[in-house]
């Protein structure tokens, strides 16, 4: 118990817990478009594409004479990363090429670009490790501000908007014959995704931040049948996970990012293998005359009202 009051107490981890906090809510909320979407690793794409954000701002850094030389990385990465997924939207909407081709186009690019302008701002692969596999531990009070501020526009426009977000994400012939502006909603997501993902970047990094997006909703899916019901237990899951990942990692010597992705895998497994049970209890006590229909998609078209 003192040492639980100990972490509470440090102002490191508050200010690590704030993120993981802010991060398990927005994260997941941005996921359950990207799922709807079928773009599960569009996250992972502009994470590569932050990647050189985060070095072209350790050489503006370099270059200006700030101290420390990566102040300027988180904001390069969100400069970047909006950039990424603005292009890879205009490229998937236009149907030059296909949607994995240009998730891999942002891959390589991504990675070969941040390592190659970190060299040129005298700096090292080294540096970017903390990047690629997330730093919690270093969050200092800019980051904090930076990322309170980004949070909160992910989630004010990702649930403001979340019945325009379901109609174009589920069925965008529909969304335009509604009279809906369907580009601007789909770059919208792209731009909403991108902040996710620099948001999420210090604490799980960018190699794994599109599992913080993608497994909660995966869990939700397994226990849910609503969009909205899948985008609230994904927000929980999302929470739970970040902030028992990162308590852990206090106490044990660990990183917080992988900790967190392996306490998220593991609820997807624990949900999957309990909801058989779960099914068979319900049909048990329903005596429901047509077991064998599927309950596991994400929206049910008789259920599309939900999203609002």
Known sequence: MVAVTEMLTDPLMQRALLVALLVGLAAPVVGTYLVQRRLSLL????????????????????????????????????????????????VRSKGRTSGDVALALLFYGGIAGGVLIMSLAGGSSANLVGYLFGSISTVSGADLALTVALAALVLGVGLGL???????SHDEEFARAAGLPVRALNVTIAVVAALTVTVAMRVVGVLLVSALMIVPVAVAQLVTSSFRRTMAVAMAVGVVVCLAGLTITYFHDASPGATIVVLAIGAYVLAAAARPLVRRARRAASRDPHPDVPDDVLVAPARAEEAG
Do not use: C, K, M, Q
């Open 43 to 90: 996250g992972d794409g502009i994470g590569h594409v932050a990647l050189t954000g985060v070095a072209v701002g350790w050489l503006a850094g370099s270059v200006a004479g700030v101290t420390p030389h990566d102040a300027l990385a988180v904001p390069g990465a969100v400069v970047f990363a909006v950039i990424g997924a603005v292009a890879i939207e205009v």
């Open 162 to 168: 979340r019945t325009a977000f379901f109609a174009v």
